[in-house]
């Protein structure tokens, strides 16, 4: 704060210098311009002002200039860092990325076999069904089999009865019918 007083002590001062520098000559009746009476003066008066500017400005200007280029300095070096975290995050996140296409294939391929074993071990188990089943109806068309033969044998029996019943019948007369009951009577009679 005290700097600026200074600062703007000595810009009033040489602005009173020149006002009254400048109010000197003003009662003169002729308007003759001269460079020693008009020009010299306000010459003067501008390096005086640009001197004290000069005195009093260059360490804040020059402290300005120092602080803006370390702020510059500082945020090029901030910059810096953070295009290199960048760099780094970017490798990283790449890394990643390759060990995930890795990862991804190793899954792909597990999951592959797992499938064809999955695949082998339902195809031998489908076998082992079908042997099952067929020898299933082996069993059963056996069975189905002696059942029809036993059935056959059954109703051939029958129609051999039917068959021997009716030829006997029709060669038997009446007298060999009662030769055959008493014969059967006497030999049951004989028995008992």
Do not use: C
């Not at 009033?12 to 020009?39: K, P």
């Not at 005086?48 to 005195?55: A, D, H, K, M």
């Not at 510059?72 to 890394?95: F, Q």
């Amino acid at each position: 704060m005290k700097k600026y007083l200074y600062i703007l002590t000595g810009i009033a001062g040489v602005v009173f210098a020149s006002v009254v520098f400048a109010s000197s000559g003003g009662g003169h009746g002729a308007e003759e311009y001269t460079f020693m009476g008009d020009w010299l003066p306000r010459i003067i008066n501008f390096a005086i002002i640009v001197g004290l500017l000069f005195y009093f400005l260059r360490k804040p200007v020059r402290d300005l200039f120092k602080n803006r280029t370390a702020e510059i300095a500082k945020a090029m070096e901030e910059s810096k860092a953070a295009r290199e975290r960048a760099l780094a995050a970017l490798a990283e996140m790449e890394r990643k990325a390759r060990e995930m296409d890795a990862e991804t294939l190793t899954m792909v391929a597990d999951a592959q076999a797992r499938g064809e074993k999955d695949k082998q071990a339902l195809i031998e188990e489908g076998r082992k069904i079908v042997r099952d089943i067929q020898e299933q109806v082996k069993i059963g068309v056996d069975i189905e089999v002696q059942k029809a033969k036993a059935d056959l044998a059954t109703e051939a029996a029958r129609l051999a009865v039917d068959l021997a019943e009716g030829k006997i019948k029709d060669k038997i007369s009446k007298q060999d019918h009662e030769r055959i009951v008493k014969d059967y009577i006497a030999s049951v009679g004989g028995r008992g």
